[in-house]
């Protein structure tokens, strides 16, 4: 059974730097495309990083700069430094896996870990 379990979140200040992890078990096949989402109260849920296996990363224009997403295929984990937090970084994030199923790519969550940046 495939399980995403993510962590490293917190409350910072603006300014300040976190990173979250997020690692992958179970996995029988291939894992594609990781990537960090995150998701405010009332708002629809926005991809912030995306990776690649290659490690070919896209970015949101709002984090482009500041945050930096990396991978680890050895261990089936995923990063996100995230640098110069703002209090519109405060979300809960969650980390999104593609990994081939039967016959097509399928969507794995992990259940979120709060980033709360306030002074």
């Known amino acids: 059974q495939v399980q995403v379990v993510e962590s490293g979140g917190g409350l910072v200040q603006p300014g300040e730097s976190l990173r979250l992890s997020c690692v992958v078990s179970?996995?029988?096949?291939?894992?594609?495309?990781m990537g960090w989402y995150r998701q405010t109260p009332g708002n629809q849920r926005d991809a912030v990083a995306i990776?690649?296996?290659?490690?070919?990363?896209g970015y949101s224009d709002s984090v482009k700069g500041r945050f930096t997403i990396s991978r680890d295929n050895n261990k089936n984990t995923v990063f996100l430094q995230m640098h110069s937090l703002e209090p519109e970084d405060t979300a809960v994030y969650y980390c999104?896996?593609?990994?081939?199923?039967?016959?097509?790519?399928?969507?794995?969550w992990g259940q979120g870990t709060q980033v709360t940046v306030s002074s």
């Open positions: 999104n896996v593609k990994i081939f199923g039967a016959r097509d790519w399928e969507d794995y």
């Open positions: 179970g996995v029988t096949t291939i894992i594609g495309n």
């Open positions: 990776i690649t296996p290659n490690g070919g990363a």
